[in-house]
């Protein structure tokens, strides 16, 4: 494991969101609506480079627009095991959330579905860099970082790395502070403007 997955891992999705702000990220490489189906509890984290798959309509080329069928199963998460995968982030949706489970398999997706992937969806292409549309759209390109937890997922350009990891170490220390204060007595704007300098 690089210094740079433990680093990065070892921060929540939110620290990360933080400290992208902060660097003028304007979504915080925050993807939104994808939440963790599996496995069950709180402790899960994932972190680590992206392997991209872009998965369009049978009958297209483009991505699909909200497709309700599953593009991940039981099955792709026993392959994936097998090849060493951390974990899966879907921008859509997933089943066999009991086989997920039983192999305590992280997968964060959109939702489940009953219907698998054919005759629906197809992979298109590996590797690729991927635009995930939200608020305002997030581009991932093969190989950034991914962290994803109970909080969200958040994808982390490798160039900014370095940066991130020391605000993120700011952020976390200012935020202990700020909870001594508060838990002490302190009113929440009143440790703000003394430890984040705003209100």
């Given at each position: 494991m690089?210094?740079?997955?433990?680093?990065?891992?070892?921060?929540?999705?939110?620290?990360?969101?933080?400290?992208?702000?902060k660097l003028g990220v304007a979504?915080?490489?925050?993807?939104p609506d994808i939440h963790i189906v599996s496995p069950l509890g709180s402790s899960t984290r994932i972190c680590g480079p992206a392997y991209t798959v872009r998965m369009v309509l049978t009958s297209d080329t483009t991505a699909p627009n909200q497709a309700k069928n599953a593009v991940w199963g039981g099955l792709m998460t026993a392959g994936a095991q097998a090849r060493g995968a951390l974990g899966v982030i879907i921008s859509g949706r997933c089943r066999d959330?009991?086989?997920h489970r039983f192999a305590g398999f992280p997968v964060f997706s959109r939702g489940h579905s009953t219907l698998g992937q054919s005759p629906f969806t197809r992979p298109s292409a590996l590797n690729v860099p991927l635009t995930i549309n939200s608020f305002p759209a997030?581009?991932?390109?093969?190989?950034?970082?991914?962290?994803?937890?109970?909080?969200g997922v958040v994808c982390v350009s490798p160039s900014l790395t370095?940066?991130?990891?020391e605000l993120a170490t700011k952020g976390r220390e200012i935020d202990e502070r700020c909870l001594e204060d508060i838990k002490a007595g302190t009113g929440i704007q009143a440790a703000f403007k003394k430890h984040r300098g705003k209100l």
């Open positions: 690089s210094s740079s997955t433990f680093s990065l891992g070892s921060f929540s999705s939110c620290e990360i969101s933080d400290a992208l702000i979504h915080g490489g925050h993807i959330l009991a086989e997030v581009r991932v390109e093969p190989g950034d970082w991914m962290i994803a937890d109970e909080d370095e940066q991130v990891i």
